[in-house]
């Protein structure tokens, strides 16, 4: 069985904002993960995917993550048997590795990290396996930020935990957006809603609805054909998310990926 981008995606495009959250939604098996895959280079792609002007859609893996895309997997990739502080040293890219190529060098950015999340300093020496679901998520975001990325991707980073550790991861990701832009894989809409300003609906492989995340959850005949959510679901009014860009300032990504 052959099983690549190429197969699964039928046309997916989307922007993502330079400020905050930009929201990927879909129904399970949309395509959602394939996608951000594709923009990894996890599997084969075609089409163009720019981040901040840098074309990436011929590029391999590590490249990708060189000109400053940190990802956190749908399974979150922590290593459980090494200690919170190993688990970030082994996200730490070699100073200087992003010059050239487009990504910014420098130093690991632990102060970022320390800063934004004080536990993981706190908890450095513990084995990551005995961490809370949204601590984990803390690590997984954590590694993220700890080499200066232009862009973070976090694929369902709420899968499979209780509603006060959705809660808390929430707050970790708020945190991050406030340092660099996310696109955020996400099912639970009440978290969405709060965080992403903008948001792309894939549907069968492809793009089905791009626009403002609060009028997409307004609208119910909409909500219900493109994420299959009812009525009763409380999406509707609350809180618009703190960092909406106001501007129309450039995305950070553009992808446009082709069949
Ligand atoms: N390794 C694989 N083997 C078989 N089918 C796959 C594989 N990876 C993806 N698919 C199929 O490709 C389609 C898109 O899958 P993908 O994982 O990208 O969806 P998703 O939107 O991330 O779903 P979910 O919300 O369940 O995470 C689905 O129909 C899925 O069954
Ligand atoms: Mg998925």
Do not use: W
């Not at 939604?25 to 163009?48: C, D």
């Not at 970030?88 to 070699?94: I, N, W, Y």
């Not at 976090?154 to 991861?169: Q, R, S, Y």
């Not at 549907?203 to 089905?208: E, Q, S, V, Y």
């Amino acid at each position: 069985m052959v099983i690549d981008g190429l197969h699964i995606l039928h046309g997916v495009d989307f922007d993502v904002a330079p400020v905050g959250v930009t929201a990927l939604l879909g129904r399970n098996g949309a395509g959602k993960t394939t996608t951000v895959k594709a923009v990894m280079g996890l599997v084969p792609r075609t089409g163009s995917i720019r981040l901040s002007g840098s074309e990436l859609s011929s590029l391999p893996t590590h490249l990708v993550v060189r000109h400053g895309i940190g990802y956190a997997p749908e399974d979150r990739g922590i290593f459980a048997g090494l200690t919170v502080a190993e688990n970030l040293r082994l996200a730490e890219r070699a100073a200087g590795s992003g010059s050239g190529s487009g990504g910014e060098a420098g130093e690991p950015n632990y102060a970022l990290v320390h800063e934004l999340f004080p536990e993981l300093k706190q908890r450095a020496g513990q084995l990551a396996g005995t961490l809370s679901g949204g601590q984990q998520q803390m690590v997984a975001i954590g590694r993220t930020l700890l080499n200066r990325n232009r862009l973070i991707i976090a694929d369902e980073p709420t899968k499979g935990l209780a509603p006060k550790i959705v809660a808390e991861v929430a707050e970790v990701l708020a945190r991050a957006a406030e340092a660099v832009p996310v696109l955020l894989v996400e099912q639970n809409l009440a978290l969405v809603r709060r965080l992403a300003g903008t948001c792309a609906v894939l549907a069968d492989g492809r793009t089905a609805h791009r626009g403002d995340t609060a009028e997409l959850l307004a609208d119910e005949e909409a909500a219900r054909r493109l994420l299959g959510v009812g009525s009763r679901h409380p999406l509707a009014g609350g809180p618009r998310p703190a960092a909406a860009p106001a501007s129309p300032a450039a995305p950070v990504v553009t992808a446009e990926v082709k069949p």
